[in-house]
């Protein structure tokens, strides 16, 4: 329990940070927000005005300490104003409608990714200087293609000149709501398969290739090659002996990696046109929704901190050695 | 001179590959500009040169506004080279700067360092940088350098950090500590010199993550959107529809060139591993004996095991040969 606490303790400090950074942002930039926006959007109210001010900095709301606890108050209420370029939607209802999409869409691409990639690390590493060993520099192209420029290909190779899959928006809106019912799930599904792939095929070789370096060295050791002279079955050997132990430095490279996935899967969205938090991200950006920005940031940390955490609780449980050091203390 | 020669030819071979290609885009973005055919922001408007296809007048084929792609490109790679290698080298020497001192002073230092390096990791870049980016009223260039600059930094510092404990621990160091030399002069000429390698292959990184992140700001259009670079192409060819009307040689050359300038650093980089590490490099695979495929991984193999298993005329005729003498059964167990 110990290791989590701290870990968890941890997190708390980097919520903080992007609490604060987000805080000061808007204030210690040149130039004042607040004048941009009241200059673009000349109907806001003057109450939406003063909830600007408070949130943006600027005009009389009392000294930057004051500002700063109410701030905080309501970042925990998650209450993150009224969107101005919707106005008067709340940001949080925007966020609700967009973080699902985004959320499974990333998070299944990228668990799929990873088992494929730890997979095929495996293999490559045990055959090391195999076939597959010997694509890896293919491979690595693919890994640096940016997202969002595989994305475009894809569209245009298999949405618009094969006509294979839809090459747009998270559903087909003309023949299905939202809702737990088939024809949703199935067109949501249809429409996730370009989006999934380019995630995928984009980081499936990072994956691969930390593996195989890590398996590589494992085989090395000696108690994998005494499990060899006891005469045990290869395969027992390479799972159960090499595998498990190599599984461990690609876990805890997978919380840290999950930021950059995120970023690279918010560009892509837009792509697509789908409707996650990317591409309300990217409308935010166009229309100087500076209060829709500055919570997005917010969540998308807040959600990359939580899914740490759940990668150190599953450490937990397969590093024996993670246990061991708290009874050892 | 001889020192770089036996450098080179010691480099793995996907190192060289990756060297040569990332060769060629600085030299593109040396000369490019002088090379390109046309003013890369001159709207033909002839009215057949209006997404031209590619064709001998233009090579990369025109915009929707009859602007020469191909000189775009070789104007916009000259922008976003400078901006990679510039991002590079500050944030790297920031790395170095902050991993240093954290495992050079230890104690409270170290530990608040060590925190401040974890959560830049942790919290993703890309969100924060649009939002930082998103507030400056001039998003030029430089704005865009020192945005990057500052939070591309952490990887590289905790990599480093974790070397100099190290070193810091090996006699040497604490021969010099002995003899009196002074902390920046062990720093200096005792430590950074011993972690070129690292500091090499962060930088490397570092380029790779500059490119990416510069070229998917510039896609949002986060940057001054009237200058060239790879990213403000892919801008207007995505805000201009480009993909809807089929206008292939406007995107996929920039995308392209991105991709071919972070796969020869990809490449550099796995070269720089595989020569700290030789392990990792790709061995010659299975040797062949006896007609079976032998991995490195596999037990040592045991000519009779080998042998045994031929069929019974092949092990027959094997008995013949002088393999055989070997044998510890001499006809191949079975046929006895």
Same mark, same amino acid.
């Given at each position: 329990m110990l290791f989590l606490l701290r870990r968890l303790a941890f997190y708390l400090v980097a919520a903080w940070v992007a609490i604060t950074a987000n805080f000061f942002i808007p204030r210690a930039m040149p130039g004042n927000p607040v004048e941009s926006i009241a200059a673009k959007y000349p109907d806001l109210t003057a109450s939406a005005f003063k909830a600007l001010e408070l949130m943006l900095g600027g005009g009389n709301q009392g000294g930057l300490w004051s500002q700063y606890v109410t701030y905080l108050g309501h970042v925990f209420t998650f209450n993150f104003g009224l969107d101005i370029a919707n106005y008067p939607t709340p940001v949080s209802t925007l966020l609700a409608q967009t973080i699902p999409w985004t959320l499974t869409l990333v998070g299944v691409a990228t668990v799929i990714s990873f088992v494929i990639g730890t997979g095929l690390g495996i293999l490559a590493g045990w055959r090391h200087g195999g076939w597959l060993d010997r694509s890896l520099p293919g491979l690595m192209f693919l890994q640096a293609i940016p997202y969002f420029f595989l994305a475009l290909l894809l569209v245009d190779f298999?949405?618009?000149?094969?006509?294979?899959?839809?090459?747009?928006?998270?559903?087909n809106g003309a023949t299905t709501q939202p809702g737990w019912h088939w024809a949703f799930i199935g067109s949501a599904i249809q429409h996730a398969i370009l989006p999934a792939f380019t995630i995928v095929v984009t980081s499936v070789a990072g994956w691969m290739l930390q593996m195989r370096n890590v398996m590589i060295t494992t085989i090395g050791e000696d108690y994998v090659v005494a499990a060899q002279a006891k005469g045990l079955a290869n395969r027992r050997v390479i799972y159960t002996y090499a595998a498990r132990n190599a599984l461990l430095p690609q876990l805890q490279g997978f919380g840290l990696a999950l930021g950059y996935v995120v970023s690279g899967a918010l560009v892509m969205e837009i792509v697509f046109a789908y409707p996650g938090i990317g591409l309300l991200l990217l409308n935010a950006v166009s229309s100087d929704d500076f209060p829709l920005m500055q919570a997005i940031f917010l969540v998308i940390t807040f959600t990359v901190l939580i899914a740490n955490l759940i990668v150190d609780t599953v450490i937990v449980f397969v590093d024996p050695r993670v246990r061991a050091r708290e009874v050892a203390r | 001179m001889s020192t770089l020669m036996r450098l080179w030819r010691n480099l793995p071979l996907k190192a060289k590959v990756g060297a040569v290609l990332f060769g060629l885009f600085v030299l593109c973005a040396i000369i490019g500009p002088e090379l390109s055919p046309y003013d890369p922001s001159y709207a033909n408007p002839a009215p057949n040169l209006l997404m031209a296809h590619p064709s001998a007048q233009h090579l990369l084929g025109t915009t929707?506004?009859?602007?020469?792609i191909l000189s775009q490109m070789l104007v916009g790679i000259r922008l976003t080279m400078e901006l990679a290698l510039l991002v590079g080298v500050i944030a790297t020497a920031l790395s170095v700067i902050v991993g240093v001192t954290s495992a050079f002073l230890g104690g409270v230092w170290d530990e608040v360092l060590s925190v401040v390096t974890n959560v830049f990791l942790v919290i993703p870049a890309l969100p924060l940088l649009i939002l930082l980016l998103g507030y400056l009223p001039q998003k030029g260039q430089w704005a865009t350098i020192i945005v990057l600059s500052a939070l591309g930094w952490p990887w590289g510092a905790r990599v480093i950090r974790a070397q100099t404990l190290m070193i810091r621990n090996r006699d040497f160091i604490a021969a010099a500590r002995e003899s009196g030399e002074k902390s920046w002069r062990i720093i200096t000429l005792d430590i950074i010199p011993n972690e070129v390698s690292l500091i090499a292959a962060s930088f490397v990184n570092t380029v790779l993550y500059a490119i990416a992140t510069s070229v998917a700001l510039a896609f949002i259009? @986060?940057?001054?959107?009237?200058s060239w670079s790879l990213g403000t192409i892919l801008y207007w060819a995505q805000s201009q529809q480009a993909l809807q009307l089929g206008a292939w040689w406007w995107f996929v050359p920039p995308g392209l060139a991105v991709a071919l300038i972070g796969a020869s650093l990809v490449l550099l980089n796995t070269g720089i591993d595989e020569l700290g590490s030789p392990r990792l490099r790709a061995s010659r695979g299975a040797a062949k004996i006896a007609g079976r495929r032998i991995w490195p991984t596999d037990p040592t193999p045991v000519l009779t095991q080998l042998t045994a298993s031929r069929g019974r005329l092949a092990a027959f005729a094997h008995?013949?040969?002088?393999?055989?003498? @070997?044998?510890?059964t001499p006809a191949g167990g079975e046929l006895l």
């Amino acid at each position: 329990m110990l290791f989590l606490l701290r870990r968890l303790a941890f997190y708390l400090v980097a919520a903080w940070v992007a609490i604060t950074a987000n805080f000061f942002i808007p204030r210690a930039m040149p130039g004042n927000p607040v004048e941009s926006i009241a200059a673009k959007y000349p109907d806001l109210t003057a109450s939406a005005f003063k909830a600007l001010e408070l949130m943006l900095g600027g005009g009389n709301q009392g000294g930057l300490w004051s500002q700063y606890v109410t701030y905080l108050g309501h970042v925990f209420t998650f209450n993150f104003g009224l969107d101005i370029a919707n106005y008067p939607t709340p940001v949080s209802t925007l966020l609700a409608q967009t973080i699902p999409w985004t959320l499974t869409l990333v998070g299944v691409a990228t668990v799929i990714s990873f088992v494929i990639g730890t997979g095929l690390g495996i293999l490559a590493g045990w055959r090391h200087g195999g076939w597959l060993d010997r694509s890896l520099p293919g491979l690595m192209f693919l890994q640096a293609i940016p997202y969002f420029f595989l994305a475009l290909l894809l569209v245009d190779f298999i949405g618009i000149e094969l006509h294979w899959l839809p090459t747009g928006q998270g559903y087909n809106g003309a023949t299905t709501q939202p809702g737990w019912h088939w024809a949703f799930i199935g067109s949501a599904i249809q429409h996730a398969i370009l989006p999934a792939f380019t995630i995928v095929v984009t980081s499936v070789a990072g994956w691969m290739l930390q593996m195989r370096n890590v398996m590589i060295t494992t085989i090395g050791e000696d108690y994998v090659v005494a499990a060899q002279a006891k005469g045990l079955a290869n395969r027992r050997v390479i799972y159960t002996y090499a595998a498990r132990n190599a599984l461990l430095p690609q876990l805890q490279g997978f919380g840290l990696a999950l930021g950059y996935v995120v970023s690279g899967a918010l560009v892509m969205e837009i792509v697509f046109a789908y409707p996650g938090i990317g591409l309300l991200l990217l409308n935010a950006v166009s229309s100087d929704d500076f209060p829709l920005m500055q919570a997005i940031f917010l969540v998308i940390t807040f959600t990359v901190l939580i899914a740490n955490l759940i990668v150190d609780t599953v450490i937990v449980f397969v590093d024996p050695r993670v246990r061991a050091r708290e009874v050892a203390r | 001179m001889s020192t770089l020669m036996r450098l080179w030819r010691n480099l793995p071979l996907k190192a060289k590959v990756g060297a040569v290609l990332f060769g060629l885009f600085v030299l593109c973005a040396i000369i490019g500009p002088e090379l390109s055919p046309y003013d890369p922001s001159y709207a033909n408007p002839a009215p057949n040169l209006l997404m031209a296809h590619p064709s001998a007048q233009h090579l990369l084929g025109t915009t929707q506004t009859g602007q020469d792609i191909l000189s775009q490109m070789l104007v916009g790679i000259r922008l976003t080279m400078e901006l990679a290698l510039l991002v590079g080298v500050i944030a790297t020497a920031l790395s170095v700067i902050v991993g240093v001192t954290s495992a050079f002073l230890g104690g409270v230092w170290d530990e608040v360092l060590s925190v401040v390096t974890n959560v830049f990791l942790v919290i993703p870049a890309l969100p924060l940088l649009i939002l930082l980016l998103g507030y400056l009223p001039q998003k030029g260039q430089w704005a865009t350098i020192i945005v990057l600059s500052a939070l591309g930094w952490p990887w590289g510092a905790r990599v480093i950090r974790a070397q100099t404990l190290m070193i810091r621990n090996r006699d040497f160091i604490a021969a010099a500590r002995e003899s009196g030399e002074k902390s920046w002069r062990i720093i200096t000429l005792d430590i950074i010199p011993n972690e070129v390698s690292l500091i090499a292959a962060s930088f490397v990184n570092t380029v790779l993550y500059a490119i990416a992140t510069s070229v998917a700001l510039a896609f949002i259009g @986060l940057t001054n959107l009237n200058s060239w670079s790879l990213g403000t192409i892919l801008y207007w060819a995505q805000s201009q529809q480009a993909l809807q009307l089929g206008a292939w040689w406007w995107f996929v050359p920039p995308g392209l060139a991105v991709a071919l300038i972070g796969a020869s650093l990809v490449l550099l980089n796995t070269g720089i591993d595989e020569l700290g590490s030789p392990r990792l490099r790709a061995s010659r695979g299975a040797a062949k004996i006896a007609g079976r495929r032998i991995w490195p991984t596999d037990p040592t193999p045991v000519l009779t095991q080998l042998t045994a298993s031929r069929g019974r005329l092949a092990a027959f005729a094997h008995s013949f040969s002088r393999g055989s003498l @070997l044998d510890e059964t001499p006809a191949g167990g079975e046929l006895l």
